[in-house]
């Protein structure tokens, strides 16, 4: 049997997200355990990636939904204080909901070998949801620790978890499961 090799993707724990014009008090439950995912991780070796808004102003698309947000440049784009990422992590800016989608995300997890992502941060029914769907269809595994994602209602976040388990085989676990929690 071989050995899967781990990546965590943080996705948009950004300060427009946790404290801006689009924050929502649900966000504040799951900062310290990805903070602590992401300490355990990279003392196991495992790379951390931050899969980030950056969106330019004035044209994205997004902002019609969601109201101006991530603007690249400004410190509302910026990773979260208590999440910043550290020497050795990688800064994947992304203009759309998928860490994917047009962003060196693949190449880097390639170069790397990793064969499986564990998925964390927040809207876990959107950019946590697209994120997946393009890392299925690029042949990853998919790990989601329930205690490192969420999205404004209950409702919601279960049913993100049972879309990305059910339609993209995503292992949904609690933290204390990954192998490198030791």
């Not at 070796?45 to 980030?52: F, I």
């Not at 991530?70 to 020497?87: C, F, R, S, Y």
């Amino acid at each position: 049997m071989t050995m899967k090799k781990y990546a965590v993707i943080v996705i948009d724990m950004l300060n427009d997200f946790v404290t801006g014009p689009i924050s929502d008090p649900r966000i504040m439950h799951i900062i310290e355990p990805i903070k602590e995912l992401c300490d355990k991780a990279r003392a196991a070796g495992v790379p951390v990636l931050y899969a980030n808004d950056c969106h330019t102003p004035e044209i994205d698309k997004e902002f019609k939904i969601w109201g101006p947000h991530a603007v690249e440049g400004t410190k509302g784009a910026e990773v979260i204080d208590e999440l910043k990422p550290q020497k050795g992590d990688y800064v994947i800016p992304k203009k759309t909901y998928s860490g994917f989608f047009e962003t060196t995300m693949e190449r880097v997890l390639r170069e790397l070998d990793v064969d499986t992502v564990i998925i964390t941060g927040w809207q876990a029914d959107c950019c946590c949801r697209h994120t997946s769907a393009d890392a299925f269809f690029r042949g990853f595994g998919i790990v989601v620790p329930r205690e490192t994602t969420d999205t404004y209602t209950d409702e919601t976040y279960l049913g993100a978890l049972e879309y990305i388990h059910n339609i993209y085989g995503g292992e949904i676990i609690d933290l204390k499961d990954l192998p490198f929690w030791k």
